[in-house]
C-alpha cells in the first residue's frame, strides 16, 4: 500500500509544483510528494485522536460508576454504549471521508 | 523487500455476478442479502414452539426475545412491546448480514456496502417519525422537537435549527455511517493481514515472520465476531432510543 505516490493530479500538488519553480530546495520537493492519499490518511490519524480519548473516559468512567454501584451495571452498561456509539460516529465519519478523499 | 500489493477498494467490496447484467444481476452480495432474510425467518419460525422447557433453536430464540425485550424495557417503555417484531428481526437481518463476513467461503459482509445501512437507517428514520406522528400528531411531534420545553424563549432561534439538523438529518446519517464504515473498517483490516500472510508465505527468507500477522489474523478474525454483534446491538438500541424519544417526548 504506496500512500504517498507522486500525481499532479491534487489541486494541492499543483499549488506545491508552481512554488518549487520560484524557489528551488528540498522542503518544496518534499511536499510536492504528498498528494491527496497520504493527505487523507493522516488526516484519519489526527481524526481519531478525539474520539480515542472520548471513548477511553467514556469507558473509564462506566467502569468505575460499574465497580461503585454494581447493581446498576445493567444501565450504566446500555448508557455507555450509547455514548460510544456516538462518540465513535465521529471517528467513523472521518474514515468515510478519508477514503472518499483517497480514492 | 516483500511483493505487497494491496487490493484497490473496488477488489474488496464489489463481486462478479453469478447471473443477469449489471443493473439486476445476483452477485455473493445478493446472496448474502438472501441468506440473511431467511435465515431471520427462520428464527421466528423456529421460535414458535411452546414446549414449557424449551430445547434447541426454541431456546435460542426465547434467549434474543428477552434480550429485545431487554433494550426495548430500557428504552422505549411504556408502549413498547409493539415494536417488539420491528427490532428483532432489525437485530437478526444486521447480525447474520454482518456475520457473513468471518464465514469462510462467503467472506463479505453485506453490510460492507453502503446500500444496506442506508436502508435501514431510511427504514429506522420513518418508523421512529411515522411513531411520533402517530402517537403525538403531526403538530405535537414537530412541536415536541423542534420547540423542546424549558428554553428561555429567545434560544429556539438557535434552538430550532439544531434540533432540526441533529434530529432529521445527522440521526440517520449517523446509523448509516456507524454500520457501513464499522463493516467496511473490520474487512479492510481482515484482507490487509490475510494479504500480508499469503504474500509471507511466497517470500524467502521473511518467512519467520509468518506466525505474527497470522496470529493477528486469527485474533481480528474473533474480533471481528464481537464487532458484528456490537454493531446491531447498537443499531438496534439506537433505534429504539429514538423510537422511545419520539412516543415520550417529555423526558
Known amino acids: ?103 | 523487500m516483500l511483493a505487497l500489493e494491496f487490493p484497490p477498494l473496488s477488489h474488496i467490496v464489489n463481486w462478479p455476478e453469478f447471473a443477469g447484467d449489471d443493473t439486476y444481476g445476483i452477485n455473493k452480495v445478493i446472496l448474502v442479502y438472501f441468506f440473511a432474510v431467511v435465515l431471520t425467518l427462520l428464527v421466528f419460525i423456529l421460535g414458535r414452539g411452546k414446549d414449557l422447557v424449551p430445547r434447541g433453536m426454541q431456546n435460542v430464540a426465547e434467549i434474543s426475545v428477552e434480550f429485545i425485550r431487554g433494550i426495548v424495557r430500557e428504552t422505549i417503555g411504556h408502549g413498547g412491546e409493539r415494536y417488539m417484531p420491528f427490532l428483532l428481526s432489525l437485530f437478526f437481518f444486521i447480525f447474520f448480514t454482518n456475520i457473513f463476513g468471518i464465514i469462510p467461503v462467503i467472506q463479505m459482509p453485506a453490510s460492507a456496502r453502503v446500500a444496506l445501512p442506508m436502508f435501514l437507517a431510511g427504514l429506522t428514520w420513518v418508523v421512529f417519525i411515522g411513531s411520533g406522528v402517530v402517537a403525538n400528531g403531526p403538530v405535537g411531534y414537530l412541536k415536541s422537537v423542534l420547540f423542546p420545553p424549558g428554553v428561555p424563549i429567545f434560544l429556539y432561534v438557535l434552538v430550532t435549527p439544531i434540533e432540526f439538523i441533529s434530529v432529521f438529518l445527522v440521526r440517520p446519517f449517523s446509523l448509516m455511517v456507524r454500520l457501513f464504515a464499522n463493516m467496511l473498517a473490520g474487512h479492510i483490516l481482515l484482507v490487509t493481514f490475510a494479504v500480508l500472510t499469503s504474500a509471507l508465505i511466497v517470500a524467502k527468507w521473511y518467512v519467520i515472520f509468518l506466525p505474527l500477522p497470522f496470529i493477528a489474523l486469527v485474533f481480528f478474525t474473533a474480533f471481528e465476531v464481537l464487532v458484528c454483534f456490537l454493531q446491531a446491538y447498537v443499531f438496534t438500541l439506537l433505534a429504539g432510543v429514538y423510537i422511545g424519544g419520539a412516543l415520550h417526548p417529555e423526558h
Open chain 1, 1 to 103: 500500500m504506496v500512500l504517498c505516490t507522486p500525481s499532479t493530479d491534487s489541486p494541492l500538488n499543483r499549488l506545491f509544483i508552481h512554488t518549487r519553480k520560484q524557489r528551488k530546495g528540498i522542503a518544496p520537493m518534499l511536499l510536492a510528494e504528498i498528494t491527496n492519499k497520504g493527505l487523507a490518511a493522516l488526516t484519519y490519524g489526527l481524526g481519531a485522536i478525539g474520539p480515542g480519548i472520548g471513548i477511553g473516559y467514556l469507558v473509564g468512567q462506566s467502569v468505575q460508576a460499574m465497580a461503585r454501584q454494581p447493581e446498576s451495571a445493567g444501565t450504566v452498561r446500555t448508557t455507555m454504549f450509547l455514548g460510544i456509539a456516538f462518540v465513535e460516529a465521529l471517528a467513523l465519519i472521518g474514515f468515510v471521508v478519508f477514503f472518499l478523499a483517497g480514492a
